[in-house]
């Protein structure tokens, strides 16, 4: 029982890793009912803050990351890393454990993704975790074209359609503008084209 008002009370908590909670009943001269709750979480020795070094907010697809973690507070001696990458589908695309202390990996479509980082010391006791989002960005792909330079007139031209995407998408249809008038060409789900120039002479632009 305290009687003083305001009042400081000191107490220790010897056991780690729980939540304690610390109910306090108070008196007055109108009601002895008063009462409150504080929810006290007693962390362990081995506890620390944990940390993620080198994640930006936004990193382009096809990008290269690398992580570190970072540990403070903690006395233990030997740390063990458990890292997780998250896509917005929820579906886990790379997944490591071991005594290294960084990742480094490759994001390979634009999204929302999410880093989980738990780290444990020598007996499995947990040290922290940590959880951070970041957004991977789209990366257009670069068109690349390939043909000859010349060609006879009213003879077959080929032309060789490819790109360079850093990141995982697929171009299902190409549009054509063969620069002589004629129709547009239209090729789907081929990466080669033909067409015929009947004008000798003349220099086009595809």
């Known amino acids: 029982t305290i009687t ?3 009042a400081t009370v000191e107490h220790t908590y010897t056991q780690g890793y729980t939540t304690y909670y610390i109910v306090v009943w108070a008196e007055n001269e109108d009601n002895s009912g008063l009462s409150n709750t504080l929810a006290v979480y007693v962390k362990s020795p081995f506890e620390g803050d ?3 070094v080198g994640l930006p907010e936004e990193s382009p697809e096809g990008t290269p990351l690398t992580l570190t973690a970072d540990v403070e507070g903690s006395i233990a001696t030997d740390y ?3 890292w997780e990458v998250q896509d917005e589908s929820g579906s886990y695309n790379y ?5 290294a202390a960084g990742i480094t990996f490759i994001p390979f479509d634009h999204g929302n993704y999410e880093v989980r980082l738990t780290v444990e010391d020598q007996d499995g006791s947990l040290i922290g975790q940590v959880t951070r989002s970041f957004t991977v960005t789209d990366v257009p792909p670069t068109l690349l074209l390939y043909g ?3 060609v006879q007139a009213g003879t077959l031209y080929t032309l060789y359609l490819s790109d360079e ?3 995982n998408e697929f171009i299902f249809a190409w549009h054509i503008d063969w620069g002589d008038g004629s129709y547009p060409g239209y090729i789907d789900g081929s990466n080669v084209a033909t067409h015929v120039y009947t004008d000798a002479g003349a ?3 595809i």
């Open 4 to 6: 003083d008002n305001p």
């Open 50 to 52: 944990v940390s993620i």
């Open 80 to 82: 063990h890393y458990y």
């Open 95 to 99: 997944w490591a454990e071991g005594s």
């Open 148 to 150: 000859a330079d010349t």
């Open 165 to 167: 995407d850093p990141g």
């Open 203 to 205: 220099t086009y632009t």
